[in-house]
Structures are given as C-alpha cells and as structure tokens.
C-alpha cells in the first residue's frame, strides 16, 4: 500500500502570506496521521475525499509550543463526528501530561468546546520520550535540542520528522533510511542554537539516507531575496523547501 503526505503547514512561529505554521498529514498503512496541529489544520479543506475515508486520525505532538498545538481549536470543523487521539510528550518529560496542555489552551474561558469537545471522541496520551505504535505503523522518538523538549518522530521507514531543533551532525550518523525527511530550516547560517540552517545541512546531514528532504518550519521574518537564496543553497544539495498544498507519495512499509 502506497503512503502519502500532504504538507498543510510549513511555517515557524506565525503565518505568513498563505503559509501556514507547522502540520502534515500522513495516509499510510490504513492509518490517518496528524504531525503537530499549527494553524495548517485550516488546510485539511484542501483534502476532504481524504478525511472521508477514516473515522480516527491520529495526531502526533512533537511539542506543545503554540504554534504547533492551536490548530486543536480548528479541528471540530473537519472532525466533530471523528476519533481523535492526541500523542505528546507529557510526562515524564514535561511536568504535565498532553491532557493538561491541551486543557490549559482549550479552556473553556478561550475555546468555547473545551478539550474533549473537537471531535465525537478525544483521547489524550503521553508518549513520554519512548517508541510507540499508532495502529501497526512503528514512531520512533527522539529526544532534540530545542528551548523545550522537542522530539523528532520517524514513522517506520516512511517519514523522518524533526522540528523544531539545533543540527547536530553526530546524531545523524548511521540514520536508519526513511524515503522522506522533514527538518526544519530556519536560517541561512549560523545564528540563533535553538534552530537549524541550510548550511548546516548542506555540510552534515547524510542525504543518501533519505529518499527525499523537504525543509520545514520557515522563519516568516525571511524577505525575499534571503528565501531565495536559502532555495538555491537547498537545491545545490539535493533538498528543497517545503510549500504548503504539496503532495508526496512514497512506496509501501515492509
């Protein structure tokens, strides 16, 4: 069975002229998946033939800064008569479990359907820094470099996802392949720890292990000259940035 991603969100921190802040879904092995829930939750309109042929989607967090979790508040106009389970961090990694976080943001004093209300049924669950399974797909976890724990997530051999995160060229050394990766991209070069450059990439990352690297999670302060010139540094090193609307299809989990 065939696999594909639709890149609804591909920007850092805050919208910018259409791009929407991180998510991506995943059909595979007859699972719906969510990565992060930014405000490219509003992009599921683009995929509704998608959405019609599962009744549970799965929403993997990578963590809980806001502009990966606010499209929980979008989610009941795509998914009010759907299963919604919800897999972050939480405990004990964070002193809250992904329930709590959620709560804190879905108040009822800020979102009128609270925590539970998004969907026919929502359940909360931490994956606490360790692999798990969402249906038969394995999810590799591990831990990154961020301002808040942040994890990477790698979906069997299928997609590797790393958001939100410093390059450490170290870590990547003997990477099991996946036919995609998505890592974030947010500056030219050196600049601020928490974040990750083209440069860094282009100088450490082991493109033979993935089949293809779409950049992520764009600084929406980059003007145009500095986006493009950061496309031509990608694409000098077989890798290109990411555009919301974007389809990838790629081959069968063994």
Not at 8 to 22: D, I, N, R
Not at 63 to 85: Q, S
Not at 114 to 119: K, S, V
Not at 145 to 171: C, I, W
Request: with cysteine.
């Amino acid at each position: 069975m065939d696999a594909t991603l639709w890149v609804l969100g591909s920007a850092g921190w805050m919208p910018k002229a259409g791009q929407e802040t991180s998510c991506f879904l995943l059909e595979a092995q007859g699972q719906l998946i969510m990565l992060d829930a930014g405000t490219g939750v509003a992009n599921l309109e683009l995929v509704p033939e998608v959405l019609q042929r599962h009744d549970r989607v799965s929403v993997l967090l990578s963590h809980y800064h806001v502009d990966h979790l606010v499209g929980l508040m979008y989610l009941k106009r795509f998914m009010a008569d759907k299963c919604v389970d919800v897999y972050g961090p939480g405990k004990p990694v964070y002193p809250k479990t992904t329930e709590e976080y959620a709560g804190d943001l879905l108040q009822s004093a800020l979102y009128s359907s609270g925590p539970f209300g998004f969907a026919r049924e929502v359940r909360y669950h931490d994956y606490g820094g360790q692999d798990f399974c969402v249906g038969g797909l394995r999810v590799a976890v591990r831990e990154q470099s961020h301002s808040s724990p942040s994890f990477e997530l790698r979906l069997g051999n299928l997609v590797t996802y790393a958001t939100d995160t410093s390059f450490d060229a170290a870590a990547w050394e003997d990477y099991p392949p996946t036919e995609l990766l998505l890592h974030e991209c947010w500056q030219s070069g050196a600049g601020d720890p928490r974040h990750t450059s083209v440069e860094a990439l282009a100088a450490g990352l082991p493109r033979e292990a993935f089949g293809r690297v779409l950049l992520i999670h764009h600084n929406p302060s980059w003007d145009a000259r500095e986006r493009a010139e950061i496309e031509r540094a990608a694409a000098r090193h077989g890798m290109e940035l990411a555009r919301d609307g974007m389809t990838v299809t790629m081959g069968s989990e063994d």
